[in-house]
């Protein structure tokens, strides 16, 4: 059944609309960092940050050495800055088709079962790609796609040629110049802050072989962390061509 997505993600592009103006204030941590309550070495710790976890600041003001931030696990507090990277200046998203073919059918549901949604910006709610699956693993996994936490795969697809617009200088420098797709809760989910968004569901999506020529069908997001590639997040269907 083809699925309208006008009503179903009207919350959803509301709330990526607000993270979209303010995701220049996500950051990242450079090493293991104490989350304390107040902006001082000696107030008590509310939550630690391991390397490379996400955060978001609430201001951009240093205060004492610390920015005010909230965690993945939605804990405020103060972290030391010097252990702060900020997300850079967004890189431009390509423009997708406004309207998607008429293969594309997306199940809005998945969208519930999507770990931290408000870190992606949805810039198509509905698209159809043909690629070559390649291995994301370097030969680590023998499904050629990374075991993310939070539950997802972390897969590539070698887009068509007439899919080259839907990169970004972020797929290029970071991803190989491939297109990242997650199916969410394809794994088990081992970070406690993700188990509620795949709590009682398991993604039965297929993964093709590497090397498979598919059709992928799912959300076109741009993930606002990282290098700010551009992704099919999450991912309703893959069938091979």
């Known amino acids: 059944m083809r699925i309208n997505f006008r009503g179903m993600m009207l919350g959803v592009l509301v709330s990526v609309s607000c993270a979209s103006s303010l995701?220049?204030?996500e950051a990242t941590a450079k090493r293991?960092?104490?989350?304390?309550?107040d902006p001082l070495k000696s107030s008590p710790a509310v939550d630690h940050l391991a390397?490379?976890?996400?955060?978001?600041?609430l201001g951009t003001t240093v205060d004492n050495g610390y920015y005010n931030v909230t965690?993945?696990?939605d804990v405020t507090g103060?972290?030391?800055?010097?252990g702060i990277t900020v997300s850079p200046p967004p890189v431009t998203p390509p423009t997708p088709p406004t309207q998607p073919p008429a293969s594309a059918q997306c199940d809005a549901s998945l969208w519930s079962h999507v770990y931290h949604s408000t870190r992606l910006i949805v810039h198509q709610t509905c698209i159809s790609v043909t690629g070559t699956i390649v291995d994301a693993t370097n030969g680590k996994k023998p499904d050629g796609v990374r075991h993310e936490p939070d539950g997802d795969t972390h897969g590539w697809l070698q887009v068509d040629s007439q899919f080259q617009n839907l990169l970004n200088a972020g797929n290029n420098s970071?991803?190989?110049?491939?297109?990242?797709?997650?199916?969410?809760c394809k794994y088990p989910v081992t970070q406690s802050d993700a188990k509620a968004a795949c709590s009682n569901y398991q993604n039965q999506v297929s993964i093709p072989p590497v090397g498979s020529h598919v059709r992928m069908v799912g959300v076109y997001v741009q993930d606002t962390f990282h290098a700010q590639w551009m992704e099919i997040h999450p991912v309703t269907s893959i069938t091979v061509e």
């Open 51 to 57: 390397k490379d976890d996400r955060l978001t600041l």
């Open 32 to 37: 293991n960092l104490v989350v304390r309550r």
């Open 23 to 25: 995701w220049t204030q």
């Open 174 to 184: 970071a991803e190989s110049g491939n297109l990242v797709f997650e199916i969410v």
């Open 71 to 73: 965690t993945e696990r």
């Open 78 to 82: 103060w972290a030391l800055a010097s």
